[in-house]
């Protein structure tokens, strides 16, 4: 069982930068594919951006192009995001996810079905 803790949310205006952090607990981190999500109010579940287990492969939403960032410190067992020019739609609890499966990212990435464990979730709020 992996234990997923994010950390990082808060207010923020748009076009600021907020970095979320994803503590995983467990001795076998590198091995999985780790993915963001985010969720509004009566919403679906949105894909964010998914990073391979070694770092080598990344998959990113359209919606975040070239705005945020996905990275991960296997040595501390943490996996980033990185949010700049944050936009109101950007609003959202945002969740990390752990799939076990070790492999390349893909589209395949944007199902949350894909993904093994989930964290509590850390809000994000971005005002006007």
């Known amino acids: 069982q992996v234990q997923l803790v994010e950390s990082g949310g808060g207010l923020v205006q748009a076009g600021g930068s907020l970095r979320l952090s994803c503590a995983a607990s467990g001795r076998t981190f590198s091995s999985y594919a780790m993915g963001w999500f985010r969720q509004a109010p009566g919403k679906e579940r949105e894909f964010i951006a998914a990073i391979r287990g070694s770092g080598g492969s990344i998959y990113y939403a359209d919606s975040v192009k070239g705005r945020f960032t996905i990275s991960r410190d296997n040595a501390k067992n943490t996996v980033y995001l990185q949010m700049n020019n944050v936009k109101p739609e950007d609003t959202a609890v945002y969740y990390c996810?752990?799939?076990?499966?070790?492999?390349?990212?893909?589209?395949?990435?944007?199902?949350?079905?894909?993904?093994?464990?989930w964290g509590q979730g850390t809000q994000v709020t971005v005002s006007s």
């Open positions: 996810a752990a799939d076990r499966t070790w492999g390349r990212v893909g589209l395949h990435s944007a199902d949350p079905e894909q993904y093994d464990y």
